[in-house]
Every structure is written in C-alpha cells, then in structure tokens.
C-alpha cells in the first residue's frame, strides 16, 4: 500500500458513511502543524489528498463554505493516474500520468485547479446540484443511446473539426532531471498523416512530467485524438431531466449515416 503522504500525531481520523477514513489535522515530527486533508481506502490501501478543496483555511471551502466535493471522482481518477503502463520504450512499466512541479506563480484556485486537471486530461465541474466533480478521458461502458427516436425533429447535426487541427506531429516540453532539471523537448510524428495531409504541428508542456516515456505517451495521445475524433454532433434529446456529464460517452444510433443498424 502507498504511506500517508504526511505522517502525523495527534490528528482526527473519521469513518465515512462509504467506508474511507477521512484524516486531518495534528503535528508532524517537527511539531509543525499539518494542514493537509487526506482520505484513506483500506480495501486497496490508497491515499487521496483532499486539502486544497475541502480545507475551510487554506482550501476553497474558505470562499466557498457551501461547497460539496465529490471525493469519490477525486479518488478514481487518482487510482486511474496510478495505474501501471507500458513505458515508450517497451522495456518495463510506469505509473500513467505523474505530477511534479512547482507552483511559482498567483492563480486563482479555480484556475489552478482547471489546469492541473487538464494536465492529465480530466475536467472540474460543477454538476449544476452544488457538487464539484472531476471526470478523466477514457473509456468507460456508456450509459446512454441516443436514436432518432429520442431527440427532437431537428435531428442530429454534424459537423468536422478544421484539418489544421489534425495534428499529425506533436513536440512536447518536458522538465528532464537527468539534465539538471531543464526543459527538454521530445518530438512524435504520424508519417501517414504527414503524407496525406501535410505536417500539422502541436507544440506543447507536458506539465508536471520528468519523464522522457511519459511525455512521448502524452504526444501520441494528442496525435490520436486529433486524428481520430474528428466529427461533431450536436443534437437536443425528448428526454425529459436527461444530464449529459463533460467526457461522458454515450451511444448514438443514426441510420442515415450507418451507426447501430
């Protein structure tokens, strides 16, 4: 199991109704106070760190008392980043996104929070009820199908996203420790793409990556997305109190252009 990321005394330790151990609060070995707010799972031995959210002092509950954390996203998607991947180099494995950098600059903390989730492709929201959630990109078993039976007679509209988004070779910038902690750059193609569409270019900051492999896997996500999800579909649904959540994958069934036949 991973250790507590700030090991305290004297600190509180409260069972929630879904079982985690919220604890908060006490002393480190310096006796200094730890502000930090940690959510523990026993039934895989994972921490989360809560505080920069939840804290009433240092945290946005500070300005924003009302505020409801949904922990239960913050805890998946902390167990999806800390996933074991292969590595860029087919030599062993990594965790799949990592974060470490420093914050030297003032942000707003909604700010600051929108971008180290997008860091590693995830959106905070509010869901509209007072809860803040936080969803990652990836695949998960769809919930809902949409036909031309559920939408309005308007129908489904589609639309493309422009080819100079089809970015077909990716440069990513990384903090390389084995350079003494300076920026590095690491470049990834899609050759087909290039000899059919010309080289697109992307230029971009793995933020919080020290790794070669791991920012060569953030480049190539970016490539296949941008060639992959290319067709937009915009459509209003009969269905009654029906919430579509950001990053939620839904079915959709159009006979006209084939799908779900």
Known sequence: SKAEAAPRASHTATLLPDGKVLV?????????????????DSTVGRWIEAGPLNHPRYGMRRYAPSLNIYTQDFYDVGVYCDQAVQNSFGSGEEKRYTMNLLLAENQGGWETLENLAGAFDSVLYDDGEGNIRLKVDRWVEPRLLFTPETVTAEGFNYSFTDVTTWYNSATVSFTNPERGWQESRVKVINQDAIDQNGEIPLDFVAVGCISESEATRRAKARLLTANNEKTIVSFTTTRLGLVVDPLEIIYLADPLLGWGK
Do not use: M, P
């Not at 908060?24 to 502000?35: E, T, V």
């Open 24 to 40: 908060a609060g006490g002393y480190d070995s310096a006796l200094n106070a730890i502000g930090a707010v940690e959510l523990f």
